[in-house]
């Protein structure tokens, strides 16, 4: 959720409802300035007033990368739009040509974006499993082709696609070429 605060607009990361006894309830939030990108906790009563932000979504397409400078477009439009790897922030290790995301406006400017639950990355470095093993949880670093290092089973290999989970960026699955 993205709320507006005077002039300043904060994206809520997590809220906590607090309801102490025979007091007056109030709300714990921590939250993310956007334009400073500095955290925040705030407390809000129930007598405060908050605004909140309407935000305009657009599906985009991941074109490529130049320098930090991401370029995307959009799937309706057909504009081109880069976006810095600032902004961007954990999403770079998840970003491969013509994935397509959802990315957050705010009159006209891009706040956030939003990624899959999960996309297939290639490994281009890993250690050779062993044969000979049989523990079946056992886990190696693996390197995708985006940089992103991911713990993997022993059986799966270089060149082999996996699905990773964009949230916690946990392997997931190997996936059939």
């Known amino acids: 959720m993205l709320i507006r605060i ?17 007091k007056r309830g109030h709300v714990l939030c921590k ?10 906790d705030n407390k809000f009563r129930s007598e405060d007033d908050v605004e909140r932000a309407t935000l305009d979504e657009h599906q985009m397409q991941f074109l490529y990368r130049d ?38 406006f705010h009159d006209e400017k891009p706040l956030g974006v939003e990624l899959p639950k999960t996309v297939d990355l290639r490994i281009t470095e890993t250690t050779p499993g062993m044969k000979s093993a049989t523990v079946t949880n056992v886990l ?32 997931v699955s190997r996936v059939k070429s």
């Not at 409802?17 to 025979?22: A, E, L, Q, S, V």
Request: proline fraction near 5%; charge should be negative; glycine fraction near 8%.
């Open 67 to 104: 320098g930090d400078l991401y370029h995307f477009m959009n799937t309706e439009t057909y504009e081109q739009l880069p976006l810095s790897d600032d902004m961007l922030g954990d999403a770079v290790h998840y970003l491969t040509p013509n994935l397509r995301i959802q990315v957050e």
């Open 140 to 171: 190696k670093p693996a390197t995708t082709e985006t940089g992103l290092i991911v713990q993997v089973p022993s059986f799966v290999g270089e060149g082999e696609v996996i699905r990773v989970d964009t949230e916690s960026g946990d392997y």
């Open 6 to 22: 005077e002039a300043d607009l904060f994206r809520i990361l997590e809220l906590h409802h607090i309801t102490p006894g025979n």
């Open 31 to 40: 939250m993310r300035d956007i334009r400073s990108n500095r955290l925040l």
